[in-house]
């Protein structure tokens, strides 16, 4: 979108607050830093204060409400109420309807933050800007209309955003020993560091990174962003699996959000996680890879094509069989008896063997795909 554009659609109270908030929360810090010395207590009050605020809307208002990834109690979906409207990014209703538009609609004219319009537009450019709200948007957030927390949040919001994003923790500060210090490392500092780290998903994660699943959006994975924002950084795959409660699907895979969510399971706190069969996630993998090697296999000659392809149903196979055997092995384990513990033990074995194949067949895909002479 263009700057005249922005200046015919101005939306004045977001501007303002999108605007002013930055600056207030420079001169408060150079203020603090003028009159006292940086403590730890502080610095805790702020990471304490982000980590709240940031895995409440990525937990909560993200995972929990906008793609009913698992089920939450009353105190878990409270806390995420609370402290969510202390991020001031809208109520949870609002910002889900947007969310789900945006997974519905994406990359189009009827996505509310669409990356075709530009990074900074979908970055805050859209929140700025008078937007045309569409017909059906309420059919969006019609469950939500069953929530009690959800309705009483959106009714309240603002009192609650101050409250808890501003009082709360100007309380604490003064408890600590200094209003100020707590207003600006809870409140005010943490808010404007926690809006720009929300909006890289909207911006940065449909720009720079990867599309290992699915290039038919802009959603990208990038390891930098999931560190700065949580988890959320694994955004193509999550494009593709928006019900699946975890972004980053490996146990390496850097998403705090999905630990999070798992402990507040083994507390009692959650339920019903979904997660995506691996089954679907690697065919998504493998056919994401063929499509894109496309161009390859089709100048290649007849005979090396046969070769290839040849090659890509040994690994259909071989794929198939591993994810059989993993399917096995975690029922198997779920049984904890004696006789499945021996069974455990080959089948660990026929597991690794699988694998290697599985893995083998690939690598000889890609390196005669890579090397085949091409046909001019
Ligand atoms: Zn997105
Ligand atoms: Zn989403």
Known sequence: MKFKDYVKNLDPVPFVFL?????????????????YDLSWPFVLLFVAFYSATAMSITAGY?????????????????????FGAAAFQNSIYKWSVDHRLHH????????PYSINKGLFYAHM????????????????????????????QDKHYVAIAIAMGFCLPTLIGFVMGNALGGLVFGGLLRMVAL???????????????AQPYTNKNTARDNIVLAFLTFGEGYHNFHHLF?????????????????????????????????????????????????????QSLEKLNHSWQLRVRELQTKVDTAQARFLELKQE???????????????????????????????????????????????A
């Open 195 to 209: 809006h720009h780290g929300t909006f890289l998903i909207n911006s940065a994660c449909h720009f720079w990174g």
């Open 125 to 152: 450019g859209w929140m700025i800007s008078k937007q045309e709200i569409p017909d059906n948007a309420k059919a969006y957030g019609r469950d939500f209309e069953k929530d009690k927390i959800v309705m009483w």
């Open 19 to 35: 605007t002013i908030t930055p600056l207030a929360a420079a001169a408060l810090l150079s203020l603090y830093l003028y009159l």
């Open 329 to 375: 092995y975690k029922k198997l384990k779920a049984q904890k008896t004696e006789a499945s513990r021996r069974k455990l033990i080959e089948l660990r074995m026929e597991l690794k063997i699988a694998k290697q194949e599985w893995k083998s067949y690939l690598y000889q895909w890609r390196l005669v795909l890579s090397q085949a002479p091409q046909m």
């Open 242 to 294: 928006a019900t699946d409660y975890r972004n980053g699907i490996r146990w390496y895979h850097w998403d705090p959000t999905k630990w999070l969510i798992k402990m507040s399971n083994w507390l009692g706190l959650s339920q019903n996680l979904k997660r995506t069969p691996e089954i679907k996630i690697q065919t998504a993998r493998w056919t994401r890879e063929q499509s894109r090697f496309q």
């Open 62 to 82: 993200h995972r929990l409400w906008s793609h009913k990834a698992y089920e939450a109690g009353p105190l878990l979906r409270l806390f995420y109420a609370l």
């Open 104 to 111: 519905r609609h994406v990359d189009t004219d009827l996505d």
